[in-house]
Nanobody, 124 residues
Framework: QLQLVESGGGVVQPGESLRLSCAAS????????IGWFRQAPGKEREGVSC????????NYADSVKGRFTISRDNAKNTVYLQIRSLKPEDTAVYYC?????????????????WGQGTQVTVSS
């Protein structure tokens, strides 16, 4: 019923860019905070960015600040993560998640709905 689907991942070279998409169905995206997370093999899932329901407030992990941009198009029921200047350490499965709360969060436990992830691989 309530579903998030990520897309846009792939294999790219260092320095290139990707735009990830998170499409929601079964609920109104307008009233949900959306977070982007990533998980490398053998590592804990970490929050990289979040965006408030209106898009007025955003938050980024220090490791991605200046390279990652989160945005949303509520008319399309979609949230995006624009990634620039990709580095090998960005290699991970990227997940989007939704929480029915006004406030941004990058904590895994705060989010109720999760997508299944899209793979980003940065390699020469």
């Amino acid at each position: 019923q309530l579903q998030l689907v990520e897309s846009g991942g792939g294999v790219v070279q260092p320095g290139e860019s990707l735009r990830l998409s998170c499409a929601a169905s079964g609920f109104t995206l307008d009233y949900y905070t959306i977070g982007w997370f990533r998980q490398a093999p053998g590592k804990e899932r970490e929050g990289v960015s979040c965006i408030s329901p209106s898009g007025a407030y955003t938050n980024y992990a220090d490791s991605v600040k200046g390279r990652f941009t989160i945005s949303r198009d509520n008319a399309k029921n979609t949230v995006y993560l624009q990634i620039r200047s990709l580095k090998p350490e960005d290699t991970a499965v990227y997940y989007c998640a939704a929480r029915r709360n006004y406030y941004c969060s990058r904590y895994v436990g705060d989010f109720e709905y999760w997508g299944q992830g899209t793979q980003v691989t940065v390699s020469s």
